[in-house]
C-alpha cells in the first residue's frame, strides 16, 4: 500500500505542477485540489482499496472488482451537481460537426483490424475479450475524459479558447496524466519511467480528448479505447 500511495502522489504532484505552470496564475486552486483528489479516489477504487477488498470474480485474472468500483464511484461523481452528467460526456446524443472525428475513428479501427488479424496469435479466451472489450474504456474514459476533464478544466479557468483543436491545457494535462498511469511507478523505494509506454499511451490519449470534445460524449472515446484493448483478442 505505501507504494502505491506514493505512486499516485508523484502522479497528482506532477499534474498540479504543470497545472499550475499552464494556469500562467489562473488557476483556480479549488478545482484543481478536486481534481488531485479524483485522482486519488480513482487510485483507491481500482485498486480494491489498495487490496483490502476480496476481487468479485476470485478466478479471473483480470481487474473486474476494482474497474466496477471505481466506474460506480464515478458515476456518482458525474452526477453530482458541481459536475452534471451531460457536462461529463454522459450523453449518447453526438454533437454538431462530430463526423469528422467519427470518420477517423472508422479508419484507425480498420487499421486496428488489419494489424490484430495480421499479428495475432490465436483468439483468447471469453473472460479476457470480455474484459478488455468493456472495462478499460468504460471506466478509463469515464475518469480521464470525464470527470478528470472537467475538473482540469474548471481548474484552469474553463480552459478558455480551448486551443490545439479543442483539447485545450485541461486535455493535455489529462492525457498525461493517463500516460502516466501507464509509465511512471514506485516500487520498493525507487522510481521508475518508461518513455515508450509514456508515448505509447499519453499521444492517443490526446486523440481520444480530440474525439471526446468534438462529439461532446464519452461514446466515441469509449468505443474507441476498447476497440484498441480488444481488436488484438480476437485474433
Not at 63 to 80: I, P, R, S, Y
Not at 181 to 208: E, M, V, Y
Amino acid at each position: 500500500m505505501h507504494d502505491a500511495l506514493v505512486e499516485i502522489a508523484i502522479h497528482a504532484g506532477l499534474v498540479g505542477l504543470l497545472a499550475l505552470v499552464a494556469g500562467r496564475g489562473r488557476v483556480r486552486p479549488g478545482w484543481l485540489a478536486i481534481a488531485l483528489a479524483l485522482m486519488l479516489l480513482r487510485d483507491v477504487l481500482v485498486t480494491r482499496g489498495y487490496g483490502q477488498l476480496p476481487p468479485w470474480v476470485p478466478d479471473s485474472r483480470w481487474n473486474w472488482t476494482g474497474k466496477l468500483l471505481a466506474a460506480g464511484g464515478l458515476l456518482v461523481v458525474a452526477w453530482l451537481p458541481a459536475f452534471g452528467a451531460r457536462r461529463c460526456g454522459l450523453v449518447l446524443r453526438q454533437a454538431a460537426g462530430s463526423a469528422p472525428a467519427w470518420w477517423v475513428f472508422s479508419g484507425l479501427a480498420i487499421a486496428l483490424f488489419a494489424l490484430a488479424a495480421w499479428t495475432g496469435g490465436g483468439r483468447d479466451d471469453v473472460d479476457t475479450i470480455a474484459f478488455q472489450w468493456t472495462m478499460p474504456g468504460v471506466e478509463e474514459e469515464l475518469f480521464y475524459r470525464g470527470v478528470l476533464l472537467l475538473a482540469l478544466q474548471r481548474a484552469l479557468g474553463g480552459d478558455e479558447g480551448r486551443p490545439w483543436g479543442g483539447i485545450g491545457g485541461a486535455g493535455v494535462l489529462s492525457s498525461v496524466a493517463f500516460g502516466l498511469g501507464h509509465a511512471l511507478f514506485w516500487r520498493d523505494g525507487g522510481l521508475s519511467f518508461d518513455a515508450l509506454a509514456f508515448a505509447l499511451t499519453g499521444i492517443p490519449a490526446l486523440l481520444l480528448v480530440w474525439f471526446r470534445v468534438r462529439t461532446g460524449s464519452l461514446v466515441l472515446p469509449v468505443l474507441a479505447h476498447n476497440v484498441a484493448n480488444g481488436a488484438s483478442t480476437l485474433f
